[in-house]
């Protein structure tokens, strides 16, 4: 799983046995709801968005994946077509003519990958080390049945952390697995594991257990602990700088326990925030457990998929997409991101044919009709003759 998947899953120079796989895998996955988008818009007011993957496996169609959120890190709910704007080689896309759609994550069949990292430090014996096993429990008995797990366990070790299992799907590999935990580190090396996190997130693409290929299309990491590091080999100052250096942001959720202040709460706090993910104050209110946990899912289930048709032609070279949301719809304020996409010929294998051709009914091409929208203030290109005035 340490191979790398660059430039989406259908890159043609040249097409791998593992890359033709997976993109049959996006065609079945991208396909399976694409007639149900969301609709509706709440009154929040803070907000903002990160194109976090394009994929151009099934071009002429593009799937842009969103992550938004407010000024609580919650994400928007309810995006449609009329608060989501378009934008390709900078002309927007007219959103009556119905050549993009938007549906988020939860009732889709791509897959989500989290990683638990968990403390055992002899100095959470008790209350905390059991309520945090059950924490780690409660993740892995909420998510859905296609979304994997890994779990890293902080202690004695020469790195300071063990893998203690891969990414799995199966909830009955992965609690056995937390049943071995025992309290029983000398020192905690935080930033070492969650390190080795971000790293065990880099894998590929692929099966588990079950021996069943997905879709991944997003990661993040889940740290349980008290917040203290131990002298790891890795600085907080380094490892923030690896956050913020991610092409793909990896959000870091973390669960503080023993105590809701002082300096080793803050070392999760900062990388929560770095990351663009939360930070929840445990302590001993054991039974807020359930709740921020709920909240975790929800939010990991909330990213977008944009859907939308493009006519540039096929050329191999990647082109700019711009995508903006008005929240709520009627404000007039928009927030954009950029990404790029690659106008490639796709293999004609059935399934990527039948995949198109299902998109198709749904984003159907135009015939004589303007694709953008026209803002009368635009420049437009001059002629030759006033360019030699």
């Known amino acids: 799983m340490k191979q790398r998947i660059k430039r989406g899953l259908l890159a043609l120079k040249p097409l791998s046995a ?4 997976l993109g049959i895998v996006l065609a079945i996955s991208l396909v399976a709801n694409i007639s149900h988008a969301a609709t509706g818009t ?18 002429p169609f593009v799937h842009v994946y969103v992550r938004t959120f407010d000024q609580e890190m919650n994400p928007l709910v309810n995006l449609n077509v009329l608060n989501i704007g378009v934008m390709v ?6 959103p009556k003519k119905k050549q993009y759609l938007i549906q988020p994550i939860r009732n889709r069949e791509e897959a989500t990958r989290a990683i638990l990292v968990l403390d055992t430090n002899k100095n959470l014996k008790g209350a905390d080390f059991e309520a945090m096993v059950r924490a780690a429990a409660r993740f892995i008995d909420a998510k859905r049945p ?7 366990a902080l202690d004695n070790s020469s790195e300071g952390y063990t893998v203690l299992s891969n990414f799995d799907r199966e909830p009955g590999i992965l609690g056995r697995r937390l049943a071995d935990l025992q309290p029983r580190g000398e020192k905690t090396r935080l930033y070492d594991g969650v390190a080795a996190a ?3 997130a880099g894998g590929a693409v692929g099966g588990d257990s079950s021996n069943k290929v997905d879709y991944i299309v997003s990661t993040s990491i889940l740290v349980l602990s008290s917040g203290k590091d131990d002298d790891s080999a890795i600085s907080r100052s380094d490892l923030m700088t690896r956050i913020s250096s991610l092409k793909i942001p990896i959000p870091i959720y973390s669960l503080g326990f023993t ?13 929560s925030i770095n990351s663009f993910g939360k930070y929840y104050a445990i302590g001993g209110a054991y039974d807020t457990i359930t709740r921020n ?5 929800n939010v990991m289930q909330s990213d977008y998929v944009l859907t939308f048709r493009a006519y540039i032609p096929v050329d191999g070279e990647r082109h700019t997409v711009k995508i903006g949301v008005e929240y709520p719809t009627g404000s007039g304020i928009m927030y954009y991101d950029t990404s790029t996409f690659e106008t490639i010929e796709p293999p004609t294998f059935p399934r990527i044919i039948e995949a198109q051709q299902k998109i198709d009914k749904v984003l159907p091409a135009l015939k004589d009709e303007e694709l953008y929208l026209h803002n009368p203030y635009a420049p437009v290109p001059a002629t030759p003759a006033a360019m030699k005035k």
């Open 293 to 297: 946990i709920e909240d975790i899912q």
């Open 198 to 200: 971000m790293q065990l």
């Open 18 to 21: 593992e890359l033709i796989i």
């Open 146 to 152: 296609q979304d994997q797990v890994a779990i890293v």
């Open 259 to 271: 105590g809701k202040d002082g300096k080793d709460q803050r070392n999760l706090q900062a990388l």
């Open 89 to 94: 080689e900078g002309r927007a896309y007219d």
């Open 42 to 59: 709440t009154g929040l007011q803070g907000y903002g968005l990160k194109i976090f993957r394009v994929e151009s496996a099934l071009y």
